[in-house]
C-alpha cells in the first residue's frame, strides 16, 4: 500500500509538532523517520496510523483519503515501543488476540486462527514460546511477539515507534538485521521511528530526516549520509568537524589554512563552515613547511581495528576528532603532547550558515 501525507499540521498548545510536512512512502518499501526527539516523527506515525488527527492535512492510503477514517478501518498494525503485550495472556493468545475480535462474519474458526499464529510464531523464530506468558520472555523475544501479534491481521502498512529503543545494543543490533530480513520475505509497507542514525542507515530502503517539525532531507541511507542538504543533517549523521572562517573564491579561509570549497566558487567573503567526518582527515607529523592545521595529540584510543585521536588547536577552539587504522596509528609511533597536522580529505562547505 502506497502512503502519502500532505500538508499536515499538528500543534500541542503552542508547540508545533508538525509544520506543513508533505511526504510519499512507495509500496512494499522499508522508510525510517530519523530525527532528534521532539521533532514530530512519532506524532506523524500516529497521525498515519489514525491514532491522532491533523489540524490541517491529508493522509491517503494507495491514493484515497483516509484521514477520516477509524483506525480500525485503516489496516495498519502498530508496535510501540514497550511491547504492550497483555501480561496475563499467553504468548499465543497475545499473538490470536487481532483474530479473536474480528467481527463474527470476518472471524476464522478456532481451527484456522490456531494455524495462523503457530504460522507467525514460526515465523519469528518462536513457536517453542507459544505457552509462556510475557513476564518470561527477554526483551528481544516480547518485542517479536508484538511483531507477530501486529501482523496477524495481515495489515496493508506496519508500523514501528521506536521498536528496539528499549533493548541493550547487542540486541537491538541482532533485531534490526532480523527486522531488516523479515521485510524482505514479507514486502509489508513499512514505516519505523528512531533517533539511532546507525540502525536508520542499516535498517531502511529511504531515510526522512526531520527537526523541528520538517522534513530536512529525504533519501536513500547513502544519499543522506554522502550528499547532506544541511549542516543539521551533517552533524546528526555521525561525528562531525567543524572549521570556521570565511569563504571567498572557492576557498575556506579557517585556523589559520586555506582549505578548498570548489562547490562555492561564485561566493565572495562570506561566513561559512567546513564539515569533514573524523575518518577523512589525514593525519602526520608536523614538519617545517608542512600544508595543514597544527594539532596537538592530547589522547588516543586506540582498541580493536580504529584509534580514534583528540587534537587540539592551537587557538583553543573545539577539538578536533581523528579516526586512523590501528595499523597505521602503531607505524606512526604516536605519542601525546606530539604536534601534529591535519588536513580534510574531503569536505563540505555551508556558506551563511549558523551553527
Not at 523517520?33 to 488527527?53: D, H, N, Q, Y
Not at 517539525?213 to 567543524?242: M, R
Not at 597544527?294 to 582498541?303: D, E
Request: charged share 25%.
Amino acid at each position: 500500500m502506497a502512503i502519502e501525507v500532505r500538508n499536515i499540521q499538528k500543534s500541542f498548545g503552542n508547540f508545533v509538532a508538525l509544520d506543513d510536512v508533505s511526504l510519499k512512502f512507495s509500496g512494499g518499501g522499508l522508510t525510517a523517520l530519523l530525527g532528534p526527539s521532539g521533532c514530530g516523527k512519532t506524532t506523524l506515525l500516529r497521525i498515519i496510523a489514525g491514532l491522532e488527527s491533523p489540524d490541517h492535512g491529508q493522509v491517503l492510503l494507495d491514493g484515497e483519503d483516509a484521514s477520516s477514517r477509524h483506525v480500525r478501518e485503516r489496516q495498519v498494525g502498530f508496535v510501540f515501543q514497550h511491547y504492550a503485550l497483555f501480561k496475563h495472556m499467553s504468548v499465543f493468545e497475545n499473538v490470536a488476540f487481532g483474530l479473536r475480535v474480528k467481527p463474527r462474519a470476518l472471524r476464522s474458526t478456532d481451527a484456522k486462527i490456531r494455524e495462523k499464529v503457530m504460522q507467525l510464531l514460526k515465523l519469528v523464530q518462536l513457536s517453542w514460546l507459544a505457552d509462556r506468558y510475557p513476564a518470561q520472555l527477554s526483551g528481544g523475544q516480547r518485542q517479536r511477539i508484538a511483531l507477530a501479534r501486529a501482523l496477524a491481521v495481515e495489515p496493508k502498512v506496519l508500523l514501528l515507534d521506536e521498536p528496539f529503543g528499549a533493548l541493550d545494543a547487542k540486541v537491538r543490533k541482532e533485531l534490526r538485521r532480523w527486522l531488516r530480513r523479515l521485510h524482505d520475505e514479507l514486502q509489508v509497507t513499512s514505516i519505523f521511528v528512531t533517533h539511532d542514525q546507525e540502525e536508520a542507515l542499516e535498517v531502511a530502503d529511504q531515510v526522512v530526516l526531520m527537526n523541528h517539525g520538517k522534513v530536512e532531507q529525504i533519501g536513500t541511507p547513502g544519499d543522506v549520509y554522502n550528499h547532506p542538504a544541511s549542516p543539521f543533517v551533517y552533524g546528526f549523521l555521525g561525528n562531525v568537524n567543524l572549521f570556521r572562517g570565511r569563504v571567498d573564491n572557492g576557498v575556506l579561509e579557517a585556523d589559520g589554512v586555506s582549505l578548498p570549497a570548489p562547490h562555492h566558487a561564485d561566493v565572495r567573503d562570506a561566513q561559512g563552515v567546513g564539515y569533514v567526518r573524523p575518518h577523512d582527515l589525514e593525519i602526520e607529523r608536523f614538519t617545517t613547511g608542512a600544508q595543514g592545521i597544527v594539532v596537538q595529540l592530547k589522547r588516543a584510543h586506540a582498541i580493536g581495528p580504529l584509534a580514534q585521536l583528540e587534537l587540539e588547536r592551537d587557538d583553543n577552539a573545539e577539538p578536533i576528532e581523528a579516526v586512523i587504522s590501528n595499523e597505521r596509528f602503531a607505524a606512526l609511533r604516536l605519542k601525546q603532547g606530539e604536534t601534529l597536522v591535519v588536513r580534510p580529505k574531503r569536505m563540505h562547505v555551508f556558506v551563511d550558515e549558523a551553527v
